[in-house]
């Protein structure tokens, strides 16, 4: 049985920065993408960013690109979403997700982690 599990969220003032992890249990190299998605109240769930296994590149929504960056520990299967400057429209649950192959379908979803954002 495949695990995400998020951590990391908490509350924070605006220009500040928060490290979400997502521990896996997906082995290395298992899956073509692990990606943040976050969703806020009243909202559509969104894409933040995506790290592809097989090469590590990142990708990121516009709304975040310059301030949230993607890494991922290899050995602990651990990735990780660094948000700085952070703004209160960033308030949301992050949640990461994981596709095993290019179908654009995601296999695996944690079950999110609150990030709050004041002002």
């Known amino acids: 049985q495949v695990r995400l599990v998020e951590s990391g969220g908490g509350s924070v003032q605006a220009g500040g920065s928060l490290r979400l992890s997502c521990a896996s249990s997906?082995?290395?190299?298992?899956?073509?993408?692990m990606d943040w998605f976050r969703q806020a109240p009243g909202k559509e769930r969104e894409f933040v960013g995506a790290f592809r296994w097989i090469n590590g590149s990142t990708y990121y929504a516009d709304s975040v690109k310059g301030r949230f960056t993607i890494s991922k520990d290899y050995a602990k299967n651990t990735l990780f979403l660094q948000m700085n400057s952070l703004k209160p429209e960033d308030t949301a649950v992050y949640y990461c997700?994981?596709?095993?192959?290019?179908?654009?379908?995601?296999?695996?979803w944690g079950p999110g982690t609150q990030v709050t954002v004041s002002s």
């Open positions: 997700a994981a596709a095993l192959g290019l179908d654009g379908k995601y296999d695996f």
């Open positions: 997906l082995r290395t190299f298992s899956c073509y993408t």
